[in-house]
């Protein structure tokens, strides 16, 4: 123990005399493990919100019996299927106002609730007397009491007036949700004697056949694994994943350069150790050893770090699952403990994966070589070649996952490998491309120039590289977002073509409101809509229903249609489809469908396919009338108003204070456009600052790649400064050259970003979303990128410019010296 | 060859070839040879004639082909690479001409390294060797700080800290001037005499080679 004790402060050592590579190191880790950990505990965060919605009283985890159209039932079917054995818990469901804002509110009956669900054994064993005698009391997740602005054990009145039960807070429960007694929501919600759903408990014995108890009015709701929530917001966190995955590599590239130049450097001594008698399987233990203490270190500051970046990126993750997918995720973030384990296991095993080439080298090591610090240069050649041919063979591979794959993990994989292939071609083009400028070079100093750049390279090629994925993958999501942003602009101007909108809240002040609009001379034209829910192969549905009136036929966003097709609505057989409806159902113009109905299956011909971006769900667009004849049970409360632009806000005004409507329920169209125009923005602020991030560690990889290889620059420096070349000459020589490479890296990194954006728009975003964007190029903002770049590389090369340009003679003649 | 104390380096028919190029060179021919304990022996021969690589098939650097080394009681032919190091550790002690020290250790964890690691560091034999060496006031001082012969000494003393039986030095002297030279391996000479260790030195130098023992001299892979 002893000897490996020694042996280990020997190798430590070293990083006391070289601090700046040990800042490197650390650095690389430290970047890797936070960016990677930070997105692991975004999604972690957002996947325990939707197990705790799944898990709320009949949440998708939960058997439940639910009425055939949906609708709600007598209670005492309740009772019958207790008496014939059934396990069963009943629940009722509705939405009450408190403070202005719409809370779901459930009522539950703890005594029957089976131990399956979820947190809900808890909630009724504790204080299950004060739960159920009146008044009661109101469960509500910490975060919606602190929305409220509320304390707990405060009794609030709802909207209209009505004294709720005194809040209690139950640390489980999804943010709004209010749970109160199955007695109290039923009077709450004036449904006396009726339930929504009955949640099924596991029986212990034969259950007597559902049908023979309550006919064909309930049936039975199976639990999914994976809840809706978890399938629609799949492909969000697969992006989050895949920029984490992005910014780990880049930060991977960092620990490998440092790992590769100490190794380099620490030739010589671990020779010694081996003429000292110490055995290479000792030598490679102890190697190990330092660089697992080495990760563990990182590891856990990467970790701090990484909570960090997850906290304060949370707000905007939150809004876009939010607004996306009506996701309530919490804002304060909570972690469990594997996710600590697991980040410094990654910071670990990507040490070791970072550092495989320098212990593989450790481990062939023949004690007798003379020393050959940077070996590598003279392999520079051979490598390069073999480089070459992997990163056609990983672009082949590319092509061929793009031909025949055929999901989103094969977009991804297209991607990952199209990066990867342009990596490690990297270094073989900028070789030829300087290679080429050596030999067009006539002045000695010019082709010295070139010569030693193409030196330098091999030194620097994993900071390039690293440099090359974050600028393109900076290029293909810049140009993306650019042309989502515009598409979706100009689309919005399409769907929000009414000037204002409102929800009554039921369909009686809908009657009203609708009466008082016909007296109202500015008003133009009143397009009644409504919205159904259905679902098709398993996927949830969204049936839209629409006036037939020029306000959509001449804005509504069809990307194609047959001749006539809003006239074709009117009958009720035809319908207009979602983009990426028709994608998944693999639909065209012509075809049939075959919607659930409340009366039996609906078959529509497909006579239109639009645009209907940011939407996960399947749309299909009828005519109003239609869909009211086929859902007689939706709420009619939906109302769209074309108004003068100029009466519009007169006319909002008298709309609330008439009928106490408020910005929730009524809008007018430049502040939806704005809303939603807000929600996209915040979707795309995570990956935005991922893409800094990224940049950032990328600028870091550079810098600490041109401060490692500062001092062994000195040996083909100094005699150039002995033949009369200034040091500040020397210093300008040595910027200009980090300058020229990193443009051509920059260069380089333009075409393979448009390449990234492609993917992302042509495949990426199809298959996660089920809608394709039409591809435009940015011409500014790519210049704008080049000059970011650009500073990244003057900044990274200053200080060790700097260094030379001051350097004391004394160190440079040290060079030619025996005594070094 | 001195008689009446024990063999600590026997050598034996040894032989070793190189391949370069494509073509093998033979560069040693069948060499034998013998150190008794506290015998000083010198090896010299022209450049290419086999010096360094004897010296470093005795130390277990590299493998020979055919023939026999035996360090005492063992046969270092036999030894597996771990085998090998545990001998150069625990019964040897080198000096090169390159010096060789750990550029991130100051003097003093240098000379103690090899001691240390051999389980084997003596605290009074450490302040004596410190103390003949001259070293006490370079003992916080890193290789770079120090002259070509300083180094040297204090290679000299990390490869007799651990009480080698065997010290192989390989032109120890080759890049110091010949005053600084004479000092440094009149200091070798002493504590060899002191540890009672055998000590073989490849040398170009007729003249250094003279103040040791006996010579050995090696001409096209024999000894002469």
Known sequence: MTRIIWILAVLLSHWRRHPMQLATLLIGLISATALWSGVQALNQQARDSYDRAAATFGGARTAMLVGRNGATFPQQLFVDLRRAGWPVSPVVEGRIQIGGRSLRLLGIEPVTLPAEVGNAPTIGRTGLQSFVTPPGEMLVAPETLSDLDLTEGTAPSASDGTLLPPLRVQAQLVPGVLVVDIGIAQRLLKMPDQLSRLLVGKAKGKRVPLENVVGDRLQLVEPDAESDLERLTDSFHLNLTAFGLLSFVVGLFIVNSAIGLAFEQRLPMLRTLRACGVSARMLNVVLVVELVSLALVAGVIGLICGYLIAASLLPDVAASLRGLYGAQIPGQLTLKGEWWIAGIVISIVGALAAATTSLAKAIRLPVLATAQPYAWQQAQHRWLIFQSALALAVLAAAAGILWYGDSLISGFAVLAALLLGAALGLPAIVEVVLSFSQRSAHRAVAVWFWADARQQLSGLSLALMALLLALAVNVGVSTMVETFSRTFSGWLDGRLAADVYLIASDDTQATEIKAWLRQRPEVEAMLPSGRAETQIGGEPIEILGLSDHATYRDHWPLLQSTANAWIRLRPGDTGLISEQLARRLKLAIGDRIEVPAPGGNWTLEVVGIYADYGNPKGQIAVNIDALTRRFPAIPQTRLALRVAPAAAPALISSLQSKFGLDGRNLVDQATLKAESTRIFNRTFAVTAALNTFTLGVAGVALLTSLLTLGNS???????????????????????????????????????????????????????????????????????????????????????????????????????????? | MATGKP???????????????????????????????????????????????????????????????????????????????????????????????????????????????????????????????GLGGLLKRYPDQLSGGQQQRVAIGRALAAKPLLLLADEPTGNLDEATADDVLALARDLVARTGCGFLMVTHSTRLAATLDRRIHLHAGLVA
């Not at chain 1, 964007?773 to 903002?781: A, E, M, V």
């Not at chain 1, 704008?784 to 590389?793: F, H, N, P, S």
């Not at chain 2, 010296?55 to 277990?60: E, K, Q, R």
């Not at chain 2, 690479?81 to 100051?106: E, M, T």
Request: overall charge positive; hydrophobic content about 55%.
């Open chain 2, 7 to 133: 063999i600590v380096l026997s050598v034996r028919n040894l032989t070793k070839t190189y391949r370069s190029a494509g073509e093998q060179i033979v560069v040693l021919r069948g060499v034998n040879l013998s150190i008794a304990a506290g015998e000083r022996v010198a090896l010299t021969g022209e450049s290419g004639s086999g010096k360094s690589t004897l010296l470093h098939l005795i130390a277990g650097l590299d493998a020979p082909d055919g023939g026999e080394i035996r360090l005492a009681d063992t046969s270092v032919s036999d030894l597996t690479d771990a085998g090998r190091a545990a001998l150069r550790r625990d019964r040897l002690g080198l000096v090169f001409q390159q010096f060789n020290l750990i550029p991130s250790l100051d003097v003093e964890d240098n000379l103690v390294f090899q001691s240390r690691i051999a389980g084997r560091h003596d605290s009074a034999w450490h302040a004596e060797l410190v103390e003949r060496l």
């Open chain 1, 713 to 820: 620059r000195l040996p083909q420096l100094a005699p150039l400064w002995a033949i009369g070349i200034t040091r500040r000459r020397l210093a300008a020589i040595e910027l200009l050259k980090t300058m020229s490479v990193a443009l051509i890296t920059t260069l380089l990194a333009l075409p393979l970003g448009l390449l990234v954006a492609w993917c992302l728009i042509a495949v990426v975003n199809v298959k996660a979303f089920g809608w394709r964007l039409p591809f435009h190029i940015f011409p500014l903002q790519l210049l704008e990128l080049v000059g970011v770049a650009m500073a990244a590389a003057l900044l990274a090369a200053l200080i060790p410019v700097l260094k030379l340009a001051r350097m004391q003679p004394a160190n440079l003649v040290k060079i030619f010296a025996d005594e070094r």
